[in-house]
């Protein structure tokens, strides 16, 4: 079974705290994605990389940066936390986006206060 | 215009009844496509993929595509209480995946 781990559940962080969420997935995975899930809008993709070192930006890649020094890690950051980055994150992965499903972690909810 | 579309709901329908989803994309270069199941506070995870044209069954759950019209939906027969969950429609294509905002379903006992 795919596993995809995100380093924390619940997370509070106070506005301007630069924040780090780290993911893991242990399938050797080409392609990893950080979503941003809020009530009505659905998920919303952030950012992904397809290789180790590689990043593109997705749909609202503003106030955001990723880091992927390994194939197995994915970290999204926070450069300064702000009140509308209180959401639910997703970290995701898959082989292949043709063919490949997509399995994603358990979430990791943020509150910026 | 949304690329993955879905009817929010919530779509109601009694135990034992067929549950039908439906969702419709706008690139047409998609390739490939994905229901998922959320459960409230749960990530999603994946109940069906559908890659060619036509139906494809798994136990209770169809899910049919029509890339001419870029139509895709779900059924779910015999519908349980446990069905009650927010489905999510994705399409796959170059690199990413595209998710809609999700169906609630709720299954009336």
């Known amino acids: 079974d795919v596993k995809v781990t995100q380093s924390s559940r619940y997370l509070v962080k106070r506005t301007g705290e630069k924040v780090f969420l780290e993911c893991v997935q242990d399938?050797?995975?080409?392609?990893m994605f950080w979503y941003r899930q809020d009530p009505g809008l659905g998920l919303r993709l952030i950012y992904f990389s397809y290789d180790v070192k590689m990043k593109e930006k997705g749909d609202i890649p503003e106030g955001y940066s990723v880091s992927r020094e390994k194939k197995e890690r994915f970290s999204l950051i926070l450069e300064s936390a702000s009140t509308n980055q209180t959401s639910m994150y997703l970290c995701?992965?898959?082989?292949?986006?043709?063919?490949?499903?997509?399995?994603f972690g358990n979430g990791t909810r943020l509150t910026v206060t | 215009q949304k690329e993955v579309e879905q009817n929010s709901g919530p779509l109601s329908v009694p135990e034992g009844a067929i549950a039908s989803l439906n969702c419709t994309y706008s690139?047409?270069?998609?390739?490939?496509f994905f229901w998922y199941r959320q459960y409230s506070g749960k990530s999603p995870e994946l109940i069906m993929s559908i890659y060619s044209n036509g139906d494809k069954e798994d136990g209770r759950f169809t899910a049919q595509l029509n890339k001419a019209s870029q139509y895709v939906s779900l059924l779910i027969r015999d519908s349980q209480p446990s069905d009650s969950a927010t489905y999510l429609c994705?399409?796959?294509?170059?690199?990413?995946?595209?998710f809609g905002t999700g169906t609630k379903l709720q299954v009336i006992p």
């Open positions: 399938m050797d995975h080409e392609n």
């Open positions: 995701a992965s898959s082989p292949s986006i043709i063919r490949g499903q997509v399995h």
């Open positions: 994705a399409a796959g294509g170059y690199q990413k995946v595209t």
């Open positions: 690139d047409r270069g998609s390739q490939s």
